[in-house]
């Protein structure tokens, strides 16, 4: 071989794409799709966007000014409802996330309609937190209803165009699901199937992996509830604990395990007492965040700790979080998370890796969907409950039909533990009743 053919072919390896996006996934180079403009239609939802945003500026202000005429002229009872901090609160941060999501959306429309893929993309992303933080908040003030649908309809959008137009991103996402599966198979030879193979964590932290740590844990910890009671609490009484409408499950457990297995997945090989100290704060923290979202947003109580828990002196924790949590339940947050890392953690991923290969993904698809439906049905049942011990008749058939199917007497007997007061909430449709609460 001559010297002088060996350039060209160093050069010709140099501008090979071995298969690659066009640019080697190097992001700082565009490739041939990211250069084509966006189809018609998406431009023309960009600017639809970006005059939402637009038009969307003035009228918060004028919302702004009738909330602050409503209250001058004393009547904050009929705009807000009982709790006037509270919804005012709530409505200041949903005003101040509907405006900095305006401001978002003109950017995301501008994007688009320049078919700058690739900061389209970016601006998705934040734009799909944000709607699901207003989401939220629409929730504790209004409940659930029609006024959902647009926001949802939003975000489905938002999802879709965040997958789909950057082609190179759809590339790269597949090229890593193929990469990820082939690691699987030999993981799976090897034993480490579910394993974090880089040695940083203990679990590989993937949807498959937390989803079904999520299901067991919902499982188990009604089961921990249950036996807590009969044993500790109310000796041979059986009380249901259940969190959802429907099956053994109690999603608190299940989400705190989630939270605890990605807190902890790299300090499975720590200290006991760092572990046992992040458990209990995640898990105390958590505990009080849920319970004040659901009374906030249907005046749920489903538990509520003394102050005086602790021997001769107030809880301080049960103090700071208003009873949504307390030091006893907090030590047990951070037992549990010791047990859960240390000893469950290892077994679960076996249990799970006992799924079948082919139906891993099949499975998990169906049983994510199936408790979407759990959970949205559980809401809008509260959200029903709330509005019926608030006085308020049902005014659609969605409401008609959780009043027939799931009414007070249901409910009372489906979640023992809770009860509903509307005067704690921050809900703007909840009329003032004499007595307050249930």
Not at 84 to 96: N, Y
Not at 181 to 207: P, S, V, W
Not at 239 to 267: H, K
Request: aromatic share 12%.
């Amino acid at each position: 071989m001559s010297e002088a053919t060996v350039p060209s072919k160093v050069e010709g390896a140099q501008n090979e794409d071995f298969g690659l996006p066009g640019n080697d996934l190097d992001p700082r180079v565009p490739t041939k799709e990211q250069l084509k403009t966006i189809p018609l239609i998406i431009r023309i939802y960009g600017a639809l966007c970006a005059l939402d945003g637009v038009v969307a500026l003035p009228l918060m202000g004028a919302y702004f000014g009738i909330i602050v005429y409503r209250l001058v002229m004393g009547q904050e009872s009929v705009l807000l409802g009982f709790n006037l901090t509270l919804t005012v609160t709530m409505t200041v941060i949903g005003s101040i996330l509907a405006f900095v999501s305006s401001i978002a959306l003109i950017l995301f429309g501008w994007t688009l309609m320049k078919s700058y893929r690739r900061d389209a993309v970016r601006w998705a992303s934040a734009l799909i937190v944000m709607t699901i933080g207003q989401l939220l908040i629409d929730v504790m003030l209004q409940g659930i209803g029609v006024h959902l649908i647009r926001p949802m309809i939003q975000l489905g959008i938002l999802i879709a165009l965040s997958a789909t137009v950057d082609p190179t991103l759809r590339q790269e996402r597949e090229l890593q699901r193929r990469l990820r599966d082939m690691q699987d198979r030999a993981a799976a030879e090897e034993g480490m199937l579910g394993r974090d193979l880089t040695g940083e964590g203990y679990i590989k932290l993937n949807f498959f992996n937390l989803f079904w740590v999520f299901m067991v844990c919902c499982v188990l910890g009604l089961i921990i509830e249950v036996i807590f009671h009969m044993v500790w609490v109310d000796p041979g009484v059986y009380q249901d604990r259940a969190g959802l409408l429907f099956g053994p499950f109690s999603p608190i457990y299940g989400f705190g395990a989630v939270l605890l297995t990605v807190a902890l997945n790299r300090f499975y090989k720590k200290n006991f007492l760092v572990i046992f100290i992040v458990s209990a704060i995640i898990g105390g923290v958590f505990e009080a965040a849920v319970g004040w979202w659901m009374q906030t947003s249907f005046g749920a109580i489903a538990w509520a700790y003394s102050y005086e828990l602790l021997p001769g002196i107030p809880d301080p924790m049960a103090i700071l979080f208003a009873g949504r949590t307390s030091t006893p339940f907090m030590l047990m947050w951070g037992t549990l998370g010791l047990f859960w890392i240390k000893v469950c953690l290892p077994r679960l991923l076996k249990l799970i890796n006992l799924i079948p290969w082919k139906m891993r993904y099949s499975l998990t698809a169906v049983v994510t969907a199936l408790m979407l439906v759990n959970g949205v049905m559980t809401l809008q049942a509260l959200d029903c409950w709330f509005c019926r011990v608030s006085g308020l008749e049902p005014s659609s058939p969605v409401e008609q039909f959780y009043a027939e199917h799931f009414d007070n007497a249901y409910m009372e007997h489906r979640f023992q533990t809770m009860t509903i007061h509307p005067d704690t909430t921050s809900r703007i449709d909840s009329p003032e009743r004499p007595n307050g609460s249930r």
